[in-house]
Structure formats: C-alpha cells, structure tokens
C-alpha cells in the first residue's frame, strides 16, 4: 500500500473517531441534563443539542460522501439515524449509493416518500438505475413522470440490463463532436461546458447518426495546431469498445489489460449509447472481491455489523447447517474406528494432522482454480488439464511432508507401519483434496454456478471425513 493509501485509511478512521466523540459528548451532556432539576431545563436541552448537531453537521459537510457514507456503516443502527439525519438532503442520493446494500437498506427505511424522491431526484439515469431495486415501485413510477423523454428512455434502458453486465454499469454522460469540425472548433465547443463529465480522456467522434468513427485524445487536442481537422487527429484503429450486454467482468479485464480510462458502449449498429468508466470498474471489482470472499465462507450476501440478530442468523444458517451435516458424518467416521482407536490411542492424536493438512492442501487449490476463473484464465474445457497438474503437485507434496510427518510418527511412537501408513494417509488425502479442489468450482463453472460458494465448506467436509475414514481405514487394516 502506498503513503498516499496509508494516508487516506489513516483519514478516514480518525473522521470516524471524531464523528463518535461528538456522539458520545452529545449524549453525555443530554443525559446530564435530564438528570438536572433545574430552571429552563428545556431552554438549556435546546441549547446543548443544538451546539453538537451544529459541530456534527460542520464535520459532516466537510467529508466526502464516500467517507460519509464509511462513517455510517460504521455506526450502530441509532447512532446511524441521528447522523443521517444531519446529512444534507442534496447528499441523499449520492450517499446512498456509497453505502452498502443491507445499511442501504436501512436507510431508506427510515426515509419517507419525500425525501426518497428529492434524493432520487438528484440522481442522474445511470445512477438512479442503480438505487432502483431497493425503492419502492411506486416512487420509480412517480420519476418516470418527472423525467425528460431522453431521461426516461436513458433510465428505462439501464434497468433492463442484467447485473453484470456493461449496461448495468454505463453512464451516459460522454462528449461527442464531429470529424469534419477543426480542432479550434471543439475548444471552443468545450468552453460551453460548465465541466467536462468525470474521467473524461477522450472525445467520442461520431456522425449525425450517433454513430461511432473515432476516439480524440485530450492530449491530440492540445498540443496539436488548432488549425488540423479532427478527422486528421482522431484514433480510427484498435479503439476498445463493448456492447451494452457484454460480461462486466470480461469489461473489467480489458480495462485492467489496456490501463483504460473510459471507453464507449456501442449497440449493433456502432452507434454510442454510453460510456464505461474505471471507477465504476473499480466499483465492480470491489464488489465482486467481496461477493467471492463471502461466498466462499457461505455466505449469501454482505451483512450489516450491527444488522438484528435474525437478520443476521437468516444470512448465515444455510451453510452452517450443510457443516453440521458433515460435521456429523466426519463424527461418524471416526465411530465406525472406535475400536481401533482404543487398541492404538496414537491414531487419536495423529488423524487431525492428515485432516487439517487436506483441507488447507484443498483450499489452495480451490482458490487457485476462482481466481484464474474471475480472470477468464480457465474454461470448463480445462478439467482435464487442471486436474492433472493439480494430482501432480498433491502427489509431490504428500510424499514429501507425509514421510516427514511418518518420521516424526515413528519417532515420537516407536513403530515404523505407523509412519509409513501415516505418509500412505497424508498422499491420498491430498490427492482427494487436490480432485475436489478442482472438480468443484470447475463444475460449478460449467453449470453456470457460483464457483466460490461454499467452496471451503464443501473442501473441508470432503477432506475432514475422507481423511478420518483412509488414515482410520489404513491404520486398521495394516497395524491391528
């Protein structure tokens, strides 16, 4: 991480510290005062709670939204309410869409009609698109009347797109000009603007048909005789384009591949309809890192920290109870080798060993294999290969570590059968784990599932229990 990155982290925690003071001072004083007998008890509540709120609304006007929008998420559910409250209505809208999906949520409960629609009202098309799921129907019905034709259709054609997909994440805020026009000319066009839209690099050169001819550069338009025609200037060839239904993670890729800027959204006739951007880029990587990281512990979808109690067990009990299950099928196994473990207690203390070591053995295989998935690296084709490759390296390894922790057995317990059927057992709980590390998210993929969800679950509940049941089953067969 960079100073600069340092710096901002470091900015933003001590804006949380300072809006939890004010909170915390704010309620003391209040709390003081209602304990106090005393005359103009009212007149001094007043006085009190109107000098914090001012101090709060001071520090709270001076952030960005973004760092709003983080001081929020960070507060419990009151104290939450009572700085919403202090936000500027003109940054509703912006806040909102800053904010998580569950404290999203949340807010907007606490909002009534009005306040929703100023906030929805200050939103352009693309940005409106995005609140939408989480408003009620009938105030999206009541916008579409406000809106402008142009608007309209802008929102109704965001909204129609899936997603992920590069419809959902255009905005249409793009300057286009026109070839047979002088460099001159477009500066001056440009001097119109009261601002150019945000990480504008590059002009959109189209025909009166709205169709896509070229890409002019900022910089090819200031540095360039003023006199040259755009058609002298403009790019023609390699321009990056995407397609309204195009994957956004595919989108993303290329954005990361050509340290693209922006770049425009075109239907089937070339025609431009919008434009992509790299902080809605970034936005959407952050979105998905953290969607692959809870799916992988199980989780269905990010959660408010200070979210109920039963919205909070409703997010989490689907695959706790898939582990209770094979956590009762791994106790299970073990029982069906009670007898063994009691004539050879050793087998007791070494089983979590070769289980611990598939599981995380299997871990790293899974994700390897959904990270090279969310690139594009691999296809459902590769099966074949992956698996391979992945048998390979669990054979090196398990014989490798197995026959040092098959040392450390015989060291420790005095009997070579049971080192060698502790390296056996670490070998093949590492080939099972290496199979399933790549069987499950490569099948997933290809039943266009989730390749991450549940994948540690499912990798620890196949290497716990099949580890028991082939160590167990080993240590029976070749040493009692």
């Not at 693309?126 to 009541?142: F, H, M, N, S, V």
């Amino acid at each position: 991480m960079t100073e600069t990155a340092n710096r901002s982290a470091d900015d933003v925690q001590q804006h949380l510290r300072e809006v939890q003071e004010l909170l915390a001072r704010h309620q003391l004083v209040e709390n003081l005062v209602h304990r106090q007998d005393m005359p103009r008890h009212e007149l001094v509540q007043n006085l009190v709670h109107k000098q914090h709120v001012v101090a709060l609304q001071e520090r709270l006007d001076s952030l960005h939204s973004a760092d709003v929008a983080f001081i929020l998420e960070s507060l419990p559910h009151n104290d939450r309410r009572f700085v919403w409250d202090m936000v500027k209505a003109d940054r509703d809208g912006d806040i909102l869409l800053e904010v998580s999906d569950p404290v999203r949520e949340s807010l907007i409960e606490a909002m009534d009609a009005a306040e929703l629609r100023a906030a929805a009202q200050s939103l352009d098309a693309d940005e409106l698109a995005d609140l939408a799921p989480d408003l009620p129907a009938k105030l999206i019905e009541d916008l579409f009347q406000t809106l402008g034709s142009a608007e309209r259709e802008q929102l109704r054609a965001a909204m129609s797109y899936p997603p992920e997909s590069v419809g959902a994440l255009m905005n249409f805020d793009m300057v286009g000009v026109r070839e047979d026009v002088s460099l001159e000319a477009v500066l001056r066009y440009l001097r119109r603007f009261d601002e150019l839209p945000d990480h504008t690099d590059t002009l959109y050169v189209v025909d009166r048909g709205g169709n896509l001819k070229g890409l002019l550069s900022l910089e090819a338009l200031l540095i360039n005789d003023p006199e040259q025609q755009v058609s002298q200037m403009m790019q023609r060839e390699g321009i990056v384009s995407f397609e309204p239904e195009d994957d956004a993670g595919e989108a993303a890729q290329a954005f990361e591949r050509y340290d693209l800027i922006s770049a425009p959204v075109v239907d089937a006739q070339k025609r431009v309809v919008g434009r992509l951007t790299v902080d809605d880029v970034v936005d959407f990587i952050r979105e998905e890192s953290e969607a692959e990281l809870l799916a992988r512990a199980g989780l269905r979808e990010g959660e408010d920290m200070f979210a109920s109690v039963w919205d909070s067990v409703k997010n989490r009990w689907s695959w706790l109870a898939v582990n209770l299950v094979t956590a009762f099928i791994a106790s299970r196994v073990i029982g069906v080798f009670e007898g063994s473990i009691e004539k050879l207690v050793a087998l007791a203390t070494l089983m979590p060993i070769v289980a611990g070591i598939g599981g995380n053995s299997g871990n790293q295989t899974i994700t390897m294999i959904v990270r090279a998935a969310a690139t594009g690296q691999v296809a459902p084709e590769a099966l074949g290969r992956l698996l391979k490759k992945e048998l390979g390296v669990a054979m090196v390894n398990g014989l490798l570590w197995g026959s040092l922790l098959g040392v450390l057995a015989w060291a420790l317990y005095g009997s070579v059968s049971l080192g060698m059927v502790m390296t056996a057992a670490m070998t093949l709980n590492l080939l099972l784990a290496a199979t399933a590390g790549v069987a499950i998210p490569m099948l997933r993929i290809r039943f266009g599932a989730d390749p991450a969800l549940g994948g540690s679950v499912m990798i620890t509940a196949l290497t716990d229990s099949g580890g028991f049941f082939i160590f167990l089953g080993l240590a029976t067969w070749f040493l009692l």
